[in-house]
C-alpha cells in the first residue's frame, strides 16, 4: 500500500508547476510576444495586464513566476522604487 500511495505522489509531483523566484536586469523587451528577456539570457512571459512601456532595458526586477508547460510564466513582479532617487 505504501508503494501505491508513494508512486500516485511522485506522479502528482511530477505533473505540478514548478513556481520560483529570481531577479536581474532587464536585458530585452518584446512586445509582440510580451516577452522580457533578464541578462541572465532567460525568458518570461508576461500576462496581457502587464504595462510593456513601463519596463525598460537595464531595469532591475524581482519577478515571481510558475513554469508551465516549459514557459517560465510571470505570475509577479518588483520594480525599482523611481521615489527612492
Avoid: W
Avoid at 41 to 48: D, E, H, R
Avoid at 50 to 77: C, F, H, R, S
Amino acid at each position: 500500500m505504501r508503494t501505491l500511495i508513494g508512486a500516485i505522489a511522485a506522479t502528482l509531483l511530477s505533473t505540478a508547476a514548478f513556481a520560483g523566484q529570481t531577479e536581474g536586469l532587464i536585458k530585452k523587451i518584446d512586445k509582440d510576444t510580451a516577452t522580457l528577456t533578464l541578462d541572465d539570457g532567460k525568458s518570461y512571459k508576461l500576462n496581457a495586464e502587464t504595462d510593456l512601456d513601463a519596463l525598460k532595458p537595464g531595469m532591475d526586477i524581482v519577478i515571481a513566476y510558475d513554469v508551465t508547460n516549459g514557459e517560465n510564466i510571470v505570475t509577479d513582479m518588483e520594480l525599482p522604487d523611481s521615489s527612492a532617487n
